[in-house]
């Protein structure tokens, strides 16, 4: 109940502060979890792209964020768990892979930190390991304002065609390296073709 009423008022918040637009959310399967891997640009990011998916997500968050114990307590209801940026942490991959299997759906930010230009850098293969471990499909998603986030800025937060770990990699709890990138490369390419506007023939809209 909490984790329902929570997630409405923030989807209210989210609708009140800025210009939000939706794009693909044609392409969010309803009946199953997905790891959704965005850019990152702001700290709302997190809400901005759970306001039109289904369900219960989960989401990581820096470890820092859960120092405060009374925000630290309110994003850890909400689907937050911490991980150290920077360190290796099997666990981390543990907790993410528990839950999607209990129904949860996964945001993650391939990035690994907030772009400070507004473009969209290398990433890291961590959502690729945790779809290939899982089976669960990427969703990319490009999350597109202009150089500032500021009341009633206009956003729109474009979701893109499911990737199946399966075309790239075998399913398993420890898939080929070279497999992991190959995915990796695949949907960091979607992500930054969202936040750029090209279209599939390669046009810009």
């Known amino acids: 109940m909490f984790y329902s009423v ?3 008022l923030v989807k209210i918040s989210m609708s009140i502060a800025f210009n939000l637009h939706f794009e693909g959310r044609e392409n969010i399967p309803k009946d199953t979890a997905v790891i959704y891997a965005s850019n990152h640009r702001t700290n709302a990011d997190p809400p901005l792209v759970g306001c039109a998916v289904y369900g219960k997500h989960a989401f990581m968050a820096k470890e820092e964020l859960f120092r405060n114990k009374l925000f630290g307590g309110l994003i850890k209801a909400l689907g937050a768990f911490p991980v150290s940026r920077g360190k290796g942490d099997n666990g ?6 528990e839950a999607l299997s209990s129904g949860k759906s996964l945001m993650i930010f391939p990035e690994g930190t907030r772009s400070k230009d507004g473009k ?57 390296p070279r497999q992991l990138v190959k995915l990796k490369n695949r949907y960091m390419a979607d ?9 599939e023939d390669g046009n810009n809209e």
Do not use: M, W
């Not at 073709?193 to 279209?199: A, D, F, K, R």
């Open 191 to 199: 992500i930054k073709s969202l936040v750029e506007g090209e279209t």
């Open 92 to 97: 981390v991959i543990d907790t993410a892979v």
């Open 6 to 8: 929570a997630k409405f």
């Open 120 to 176: 969209v850098h290398k990433g890291h293969a961590g959502a690729a390991l945790i779809s290939a471990r899982s089976g669960k499909q990427i969703i990319p998603v490009g999350i597109v304002f202009g150089e500032k986030l500021k009341f009633r800025t206009r956003v729109t937060v474009k979701y893109g065609k499911p990737i199946n770990p399966a075309d790239y990699c075998e399913i398993c709890d420890e898939p080929n």
